[in-house]
């Protein structure tokens, strides 16, 4: 009954008693979830097909092409509009007559629920749904958006998850552990849409927004490894802005984290061949910055990146940094 009547709502037109009751059933299910999750065992396909469509839910608002998109907000930055003018935290949505946000918001919610409560759904959701759950990076509003990357993250950390007595089975049935880690197989292969749906929020001056990108996609870094520095020239230029950024220290932490991945994402036989190691001088000057940061927690996390690059420099057959 809660799950239609989340789904109870018009498809052209939002109305907030509506959407506030579909928000109600649906953290009502979310509770129900996470507290009885045999009792609702049956039910779980049908929810998580409910949730990607309302997490989709926004009848007032037109998304345009991805290319028509970049430039309608390069022109609306222009003009000193754009989600950025929102980037208080979230308590200002870009339309206050419009509450469908917190369908979509509930919706998420869910989702993230059920991933981190239910490690079998994980593997279906990726192969289904992966790609749904990519587009809705473009979330508009940024209290849906933080949502959606901590999802994201949720999935990609799932993917990740070795259970011991799994390991065990696998084992005694003489096959490989490696078995476990392809749930993340698809999602690997969706490196570049990924990598290309981040790089916007990676730019937000929402810091919530920011940091949570940025994030996401350093937990995809540790799924993707041995490719992720294919990404190199793409990310950088966000990533190196964030040393620079004095009022927060999360953003530039964050990227550390990336870069570690990256740089320790090649087999020692291909080190020196990585696409970062054309930006070293750059590189070493964030290096730089980042251990002379006046925040212990970046120095710290500066001098870890600082021995991965140096090791990532180094050749393969000599073992020095040429």
């Not at 810091?207 to 995809?220: D, Q």
Request: charge should be negative; glycine fraction near 4%; aromatic fraction near 6%.
């Amino acid at each position: 009954m809660l799950n239609r009547l989340a789904k109870g709502l018009k498809e052209d037109e939002s109305v907030d008693d509506e959407n506030e009751l579909s928000e109600t059933a649906l953290s009502t299910l979310e509770a129900i979830i996470r507290k009885c999750p045999v009792e609702v065992g049956d039910y779980i396909d049908e929810l998580v097909s409910s949730a990607f469509q309302l997490c989709e839910y926004d009848p007032n608002y037109q998304y345009n092409e991805e290319e028509d998109g970049d430039e309608e907000m390069k022109d609306a930055e222009e003009e000193g509009w754009g989600d950025d003018d929102f980037s208080d935290g979230g308590d200002i949505h870009a339309d206050d007559d419009d509450t469908s946000w917190k369908v979509r918001r509930a919706a998420v919610t869910i989702i993230d629920t059920i991933v981190k409560t239910r490690p079998a759904q994980v593997k279906p959701i990726i192969q289904r749904y992966s790609d749904k759950m990519i587009s809705r990076i473009k979330e508009r509003i940024d209290d849906v958006k933080i949502e959606v990357l901590n999802t994201m993250q949720s999935i990609i950390k799932s993917t990740m998850e070795l259970n011991e007595n799994d390991i065990e089975k696998d084992l005694k049935a003489q096959t490989s552990v490696m078995r476990q880690l392809s749930v993340g197989e698809d999602l690997k292969a969706k490196q570049p849409i990924v990598v290309k749906s981040l790089l916007k929020p990676m730019s937000s001056k929402n810091i919530k927004v920011k940091v949570a990108a940025i994030e996401t996609l350093s937990a995809y870094a540790l799924l993707s490894q041995f490719n992720f520095d294919l990404c190199f020239d793409q990310v950088w230029p966000e990533l190196k802005t964030t040393i620079d950024d004095d009022s927060h220290f999360e953003p530039v932490i964050s990227a550390l984290g990336v870069l570690r991945r990256m740089f320790r994402s090649k087999n020692l036989t291909e080190t020196r061949k990585g696409n970062f190691t054309e930006a070293t001088t750059d590189i070493t000057a964030f290096l730089k910055k980042s251990i002379e940061h006046n925040y212990s927690k970046v120095v710290f996390e500066g001098l870890r990146v600082a021995s991965s690059f140096l090791n990532a420099l180094r050749s393969p057959s000599t073992g020095t940094v040429e």
